[in-house]
Structures are given as C-alpha cells and as structure tokens.
C-alpha cells in the first residue's frame, strides 16, 4: 500500500527562464546525478497539473517511448463521458495535446535540440526517465529504489496555477496555489505512515533548482 505524490519546485513568481537556462536547468539535473537518461522533449498544450505517470502526455513519452514526430494527447478511459462542470486538474481532468520533438540518451544533445522548439509560444517539458539511484543521496531520501520516479521540468507558454497541498481524491479545497511558468516536477510512491517525506523537497534537486529559481523557491505537493 502506498500514496502516489506529485511534488513540485518552482519560483515564488512566474518566471519564464530564458531558454539556455532552462536547458542548463535540465542538463545540470543530470550531470550531478538528480535523474537519469533517455530524455523527451515535447511541446505543445500541457497541464503543469497532470499526472506525470497516469494518463497525461509525459507519462506516455515516459512509458510508450513513441518515435519523435508523434502527437501525443490526454488518454481517455472506455466509457468516459467529458463532463463541463468537471473540476480543474489535479481534481479533475487535464487536456493535453503535444508533439514529442526530441528524445535521447545524452544529455547535450538537449541543448540543440531545446533550441529549435517553440520556447514561450507552447508549453515545453523536458521528461527524464527516473530519479537516479546510484546517487546515495537520491537513495537516503527515498529509502527504497524506484524508477517510476519521473520527473518532469516545465517550461510553460503562460502561468497555470499548481496547488501547495492538494489531496487529488478528494473536493477541490481552495487551498493556496503557486502561478507557474518554470517549474521542475517529479512522481513517487511512499508508504503509509512514512513521514519523512513530507520534510520537504528532496536536497539535491533543491539545490541544483535554487541555482535558477532564486533562494526563496517554492515547493509543493499533490497526492492521491
């Protein structure tokens, strides 16, 4: 039994980093051994409040690990019936609809690659394949191995609100919620009753994140 947690990093305002920090965002993630390769990238209509494993666009990049050219959208369930008056995401649905413009094993090939995409007229994400845990760092935090830890960083066309605390099974709240341009979000499963994660973000992604998105970054957390 465990609980499915989105956390997020991200500016305390909704800045849109220019796009060689982004991309030195996105490889440093990897150099210091926050993630793992293969990375995606892909651009388009995003939810910075999808799910990153279950049913959004990053989770199929992820998972299906389609060939380059692919339109990828939202996966809809037999039966389902869109309802208007459904929740916004995370308590209800996302629609999303983006093209997969890159993929590969080496993270410099990123660079070239984020230079040729739409950066601030589409909403941009970089998909990493996992949390890497041959990083004892990344291990300590989590206590367990697990590579369906993917981790996503956003860079979107426009501000979408991501909430501090959400519980996704249950009503929408109307909580406080972070507008976002940029912003670095990853998956993971824990178990009941393990407290130690919700002391807040892991070390070594803060540290690398706080490089761009200032001391006083933000964090956060959907789970259901």
């Not at 993929?103 to 410099?108: D, P, W």
């Not at 040729?116 to 990083?135: C, K, L, Q, R, T």
Request: hydrophobic letters at 35%; one cysteine or more.
């Amino acid at each position: 039994m465990g609980i499915w947690t989105d956390a997020f990093i991200a500016p305390p305002k909704p800045t849109l980093l220019r796009p060689e920090a982004f991309g030195r965002l996105a490889v440093e993630l990897a150099r210091e051994r926050v993630v793992r390769t293969p990375w995606t990238l892909i651009a388009g209509k995003l939810c910075v409040n999808a799910s990153l494993n279950w049913g959004s666009v990053s989770g199929q990049a992820r998972w299906d690990r389609p060939p380059v050219g692919t339109v990828l959208r939202t996966e809809e369930y037999p039966g389902e019936i869109p309802d208007p008056d459904d929740d916004p995401p995370p308590w209800g649905p996302s629609h999303e609809e983006a093209r997969l413009l890159a993929s590969g094993e080496k993270v410099l090939d990123l660079l070239p690659a984020l230079r040729s995409a739409p950066y601030g007229d589409e909403d941009i994400a970089v998909v990493f394949d996992h949390m890497d845990f041959g990083n004892w760092a990344i291990t300590d935090y989590f206590q367990y191995e697990d590579h369906r830890t993917t981790l996503a960083c956003f860079a979107l066309a426009g501000p979408q609100n991501r909430p501090l605390s959400a519980n996704t099974c249950g009503d929408m709240d109307g909580g406080p919620t972070l507008p976002v341009r940029t912003c670095v979000v990853h998956t993971f499963k824990h178990a009941l009753g393990r407290l130690g994660l919700e002391d807040g973000p892991i070390p070594a992604l803060a540290s690398v994140t706080s490089r761009y998105f200032g001391p006083d970054q933000v964090s956060g957390k959907t789970w259901g």
